[in-house]
């Protein structure tokens, strides 16, 4: 079977124009004594809905335009925003999403949250100050450090191990992210708190054993698959 994404859109602006748009895009529940019309439209094999964000806009200068796209492959996580306004787009930030990592624990209530880590974009920035994506440091910072000042994210022996170095005070911190049974290990440098960094790269093998934050099974791990002896 296909996946399907979900394209959301919004679109806020004159009765008169949400009723011209809703009766361009066939949509049935009338729009002209709202100010604001939302609907979704499947994307066959994950596929996106920019273009038709962007006709939209055209045909309807006077309305702003919000667009999101999430795709069933990675569980309808977000990966893209785009708005226009005036016919002409504010920001269209398809989210480069290299990594992601998974936090639980009393400080979210026994809520997981996903930081999905994503090479950071100058439509990025314009992005998140206009949409609310979420901000992950000041609940993280809720999670106890080790005197070494890393925080534990999530710990899943033997197959997945990443953690955050996060100075109380500060605006980007470092993530390393460890599976060792594939021999992959990869560090995140400065991560912002929506999750857009700076720089990555993978780790070697001895500098994944200098890393103070690994538990003891994560070493036993990396040096079994890596044919090592600590």
């Known amino acids: 079977m296909s996946n399907c994404a979900i394209n959301w859109f919004q679109l806020i602006g004159p009765g ?4 011209a748009a809703a ?3 066939s949509l049935t529940p009338s729009a002209a004594e709202f100010h604001a019309l939302e609907f979704d439209l499947p994307g066959w094999h994950d596929g996106s809905a920019w273009h ?3 006709d939209i806009a055209a045909r309807f200068p006077d309305l702003t335009v919000r667009y999101e796209f999430r795709p069933e492959f990675d569980n309808f996580a977000l990966h893209g925003v785009g708005a226009w306004e005036g016919g002409i787009p504010l920001y269209r930030a398809p989210l480069d999403i290299v990594e992601s990592c ?8 026994g809520a ?6 994503m090479r950071r974009t100058e439509a990025l920035a314009r992005a998140a100050c206009h949409f609310p994506l979420q ?16 925080r534990v994210l999530e ?23 460890l599976y060792p049974e594939a021999r992959r290990a990869m560090l995140f440098q400065g991560v912002n708190t929506v999750g857009a960094f700076e720089a990555n790269r993978s780790l070697q093998t001895d500098e994944v054993l200098m890393l103070t934050c690994l538990p003891g099974w994560a070493i ?5 698959a890596n044919g090592i002896s600590v």
């Open 16 to 19: 008169s124009s949400l009723q």
């Open 102 to 109: 998974c936090y639980s624990g009393p400080a979210t209530q």
């Open 135 to 150: 901000h992950h440091f000041e609940t993280i910072r809720r999670i106890p450090a080790g005197s070494d000042g890393w």
């Open 155 to 177: 710990s899943y022996p033997p197959h997945q191990f990443s953690a955050i170095h996060l100075p109380d005070v500060g605006a980007t911190g470092e993530i390393v992210v």
């Open 23 to 25: 009766d361009h895009l």
């Open 220 to 224: 036993e791990q990396w040096a079994f």
């Open 112 to 117: 997981q949250h996903t930081i999905p880590l």
């Open 52 to 54: 038709v964000a962007e």
